[in-house]
T-cell receptor, first 114, second 111 residues
Framework: SAVISQKPSRDICQRGTSLTIQCQVDSQVTMMFWYRQQPGQSLTLIATANQGSEATYESGFVIDKFPISRPNLTFSTLTVSNMSPEDSSIYLC???????????FGPGTRLTVL | DQQVKQNSPSLSVQEGRISILNCDYTNSMFDYFLWYKKYPAEGPTFLISISSIKDKNEDGRFTVFLNKSAKHLSLHIVPSQPGDSAVYFCAASSGNTPLVFGKGTRLSVIA
């Protein structure tokens, strides 16, 4: 299985600021995803991070609000821009492993916006 | 519109008894189903999966049953242990599309 780390593990931010979350995988993976889990809700896919090209966003999520970078096959960042209290959530990085045909998740970043 | 539904937000079971977690889906294109377990302050961890060509998959104490005609799957844990207490997410996908998750069911196993 893939080992995924995320930084920071948690943060408390002020309204209007931005936070960049990093995701590092211990092996090269073709598919990386960013999810959000708001309180009491399911995990919701934000976007697929594509290596060397722009991320693919799901309905309801836009690049200006959630810019994503993926410079190589083991690393990605998600920025939550111009934050509001509604952005308070757990943000999770996920990767798909071809060898096991399974998706794995990082430990998550718990974000609180005041 | 929720494509994957877990209608029971919580479940309590006595240690040693069977835990049954249920999941319904609406998208008939889904062909791969997974269960994830999540402890507080950790990311979801993969538990067990089943392909739509099967109706049962077993791994130790965990068994997943798939009823395609009813668009229903269930996870059975037997015997249940206190360490099984966690939130369980049902997820589904079609082809290589990213997973779609249910809202989760919080299982409490009482010693």
């Amino acid at each position: 299985s893939a080992v995924i780390s995320q930084k920071p593990s948690r943060d408390i931010c002020q309204r209007g600021t931005s936070l960049t979350i990093q995701c590092q995988v211990d092996s090269q993976v073709t598919m990386m995803f960013w999810y959000r889990q708001q309180p009491g809700q399911s995990l919701t896919l934000i976007a697929t991070a594509n290596q060397g090209s722009e991320a693919t966003y799901e309905s309801g999520f836009v690049i200006d609000k959630f810019p994503i970078s993926r410079p190589n096959l083991t690393f990605s960042t998600l920025t939550v821009s111009n934050m509001s209290p509604e952005d308070s959530s757990i943000y999770l990085c996920s990767v798909y492993s071809d060898s096991t045909d399974t998706q794995y998740f990082g430990p998550g970043t718990r974000l609180t916006v005041l | 519109d929720q494509q994957v539904k877990q209608n029971s937000p919580s479940l309590s079971v006595q240690e040693g008894r069977i835990s049954i977690l249920n999941c319904d889906y609406t998208n008939s294109m889904f062909d791969y189903f997974l269960w994830y377990k999540k402890y507080p302050a950790e990311g979801p961890t993969f538990l067990i999966s089943i392909s739509s060509i099967k109706d049962k998959n077993e791994d130790g104490r965990f068994t997943v049953f798939l009823n395609k005609s009813a668009k229903h799957l269930s996870l059975h844990i037997v015997p249940s242990q206190p360490g099984d207490s966690a939130v369980y997410f049902c997820a589904a996908s079609s082809g290589n599309t990213p997973l779609v998750f249910g809202k989760g069911t919080r299982l409490s196993v009482i010693a």
